[in-house]
């Protein structure tokens, strides 16, 4: 269970790290590779999949929990 919170906050570290560079390329209008932006994207999409997975599974939980209690 330790080693899955550390990779859970590798993840956001290098997700937060990403966009950090993507955000300052852009404010200072530099040129992009194009794998940059693939793997930037790539990432995003992964990320925010992921919590959305993960509020949906708690929301079925907590329905779940609740029928049980009726």
Same mark, same amino acid.
């Given at each position: ?6 990779l859970i ?25 194009? %794998? %940059? ?10 990320? %925010? ?22």
């Open positions: 269970m330790e080693e899955l919170k550390k906050d590798l993840k956001t570290i290098i997700t937060l790290l990403l966009t950090i560079v993507f955000v300052i390329l852009v404010v200072f209008q530099i040129p992009m590779p194009e %794998f %940059f932006i693939e793997i930037y994207r790539l990432l995003i999409v992964f990320y %925010f999949g992921t919590q959305v997975q993960k509020t949906s599974d708690y929301i079925k939980n907590l329905k779940e929990n609740t029928d049980k209690q009726e």
